[in-house]
């Protein structure tokens, strides 16, 4: 469970800013979203190969 507390002379914006940003580091949101559905292995694999060559293609190329 996620804790903020509350400084001193501190607004509840701030503090809900630094609350929204701790929970999207814990990625529970995207998990929850990943779990709605299955995929099989298979497929998350081909997923992550795709993104892999994409990536390559745009970042990893050769310099001209």
Sequence with gaps: MLQIKVKENES???ALKRF???FERT???RQLRSRKQFTKKSVDRRFE???AQYI???YGGQDD
């Design 56 to 58: 390559q293609k745009k």
């Design 12 to 14: 509840v914006e701030k």
């Design 20 to 22: 929204k940003k701790k």
């Design 49 to 51: 190969v795709l993104k």
């Design 27 to 29: 990625r529970v949101l």
